[in-house]
Structure formats: structure tokens, C-alpha cells
């Protein structure tokens, strides 16, 4: 008698459920019993399939309204979906970078961090939704993913950061320029005294960058004897 899938081998035991010959190769053990694998993957299947909801439970009006308004802040959809890594790094640069940069006094560049930020908070969190409701895990992950942006090397480039800060600083100075320099002679030499004050972080980060650009070219000709004397 051969297998009733492998016709070309000798048949070993009977099937408990289909009750057809089967060979070893389609013999599955379960506790004593033989069964074959075709019927025990339909067991299986069938299983599963009676386990999954019949339909996703349908949003109420309320919960679409308040996902809505979280969603217009950025980060906070992302947190209300249980993406706290993820909606809290948006919030830090979104809310973050604009009180830096009103800080260092760039209000023009407020618009280039916010209207990005805020699209992408707002379009990914109804895309993160829509694969939730689709029964998809979704990973909280880091905003910046390595594998999408690697940016280890440019934390480790002391002077490319240096440089970043001095432009930085000099467009902040530039912006305290641009807003005293025509009110000392209508108010006196109470601007002056603003305008130094207002310059303080400006030229901190001038200074700074200056710092790093100068202890980069001071590390790297050691690096190089260094490196020069393990090869001799």
C-alpha cells in the first residue's frame, strides 16, 4: 500500500482524521497518534482563522474627533497610539527648536522647522493609525533610524559641528545688527546696552565654534604620529 500524497513510496502508518495511508514523511506524531501533516495543517488553518474577529470594532465619532486634535499637535497622536518614544523626539524638536531659535534670535527660520514637522506629525500619525486598524504591529522606533539617516559620523566630526555654530552665531549677530543699528539714534544709549545683551549668546557660539574647529586641528596631527609611530 503506498502513500496517498507520495504514490511512489511504501505506506508506514493511517491517518486518526482522514484515515488515508501515509508515509514517514508525512507522519506527525502527537501524543501516541499518527496523523498526516495535510490534515494537520488544516486543523491549524481553520483554527486561526476562528480565533481572528469576524470585524474591527468601528471607531465612535468622539474617538475620531479627539484623535483629530491630537494629531494637530505633533507628537501627541503618535503618544495617544502608544508611540511615546517617537511622539516625544517630535515634540522636542518641534516645540524644542522653536524656543532655541527664538532664543538665539532666528525668528525667520521658525517656519522652515515648524510647517515640516508639523506635516509629517500629522500625515505618519493617520498613516500609523490606518496599519493598526489593518491588525499591523507597529514598532515605536527612534525618529531618526540609523538605517534611514546615519548621522554618527557628523556627531564625530568635531569641526563640522564647529563650523555649523559659527554660521549659526554670525546670522544671529547679523539679526541683532539688522534690529538695533537704527534705534541708538532715536532712543540714546539704551539700545547699545540691548543690543550687547542680546549679542552675549551670539558670540558664545562663535567662540565655540571656534573652540572645536581649533581642538580638531589639534588632535588630528597627534593622531597621525600616533598612528605613524605603531607602524614603525
Given at each position: 500500500m503506498n502513500c496517498n500524497?507520495?504514490?511512489?513510496?511504501?505506506?508506514?502508518?493511517?491517518?486518526v482524521k482522514c484515515k488515508n495511508p501515509i508515509c514517514l514523511e508525512c507522519t506527525v506524531k502527537i501524543n501516541d497518534k499518527t496523523a498526516c501533516r495535510q490534515c494537520l495543517e488544516e486543523n491549524l488553518s481553520s483554527n486561526q482563522v476562528s480565533a481572528l474577529p469576524t470585524s474591527l470594532p468601528r471607531k465612535t465619532f468622539l474617538e475620531k474627533l479627539l484623535f483629530l486634535c491630537f494629531?494637530?499637535?505633533?507628537?501627541a497622536a503618535h503618544m495617544h497610539q502608544g508611540l511615546f518614544r517617537r511622539g516625544l523626539q517630535l515634540m522636542i524638536i518641534t516645540f524644542g527648536g522653536i524656543a532655541l531659535i527664538n532664543f538665539i534670535g532666528l525668528d525667520f527660520l521658525i517656519p522652515f522647522i515648524v510647517i515640516p514637522a508639523w506635516f509629517f506629525s500629522f500625515f505618519e500619525s493617520h498613516?500609523?493609525?490606518?496599519?493598526?486598524?489593518?491588525?499591523?504591529?507597529?514598532?515605536?522606533?527612534?525618529?531618526?533610524n540609523h538605517q534611514m539617516f546615519d548621522y554618527t559620523p557628523l556627531l564625530k566630526n568635531p569641526r563640522a559641528i564647529g563650523y555649523t555654530i559659527i554660521v549659526i552665531g554670525i546670522l544671529s549677530l547679523l539679526r541683532q545688527i539688522d534690529r538695533y543699528s537704527f534705534l541708538p539714534r532715536l532712543i540714546g544709549n539704551w539700545d547699545y546696552y540691548n543690543f550687547l545683551r542680546a549679542s552675549f549668546i551670539p558670540f558664545l557660539l562663535i567662540l565655540g565654534g571656534i573652540y572645536l574647529i581649533i581642538k580638531a586641528t589639534r588632535t588630528q596631527p597627534t593622531k597621525g604620529k600616533s598612528e605613524i609611530a605603531e607602524n614603525d
Open positions: 500524497y507520495h504514490p511512489h513510496q511504501e505506506a508506514q502508518a493511517i491517518c494629531s494637530l499637535i505633533p507628537g498613516h500609523l493609525r490606518r496599519q493598526v486598524e489593518k491588525g499591523q504591529t507597529i514598532v515605536d522606533q527612534d525618529l531618526f
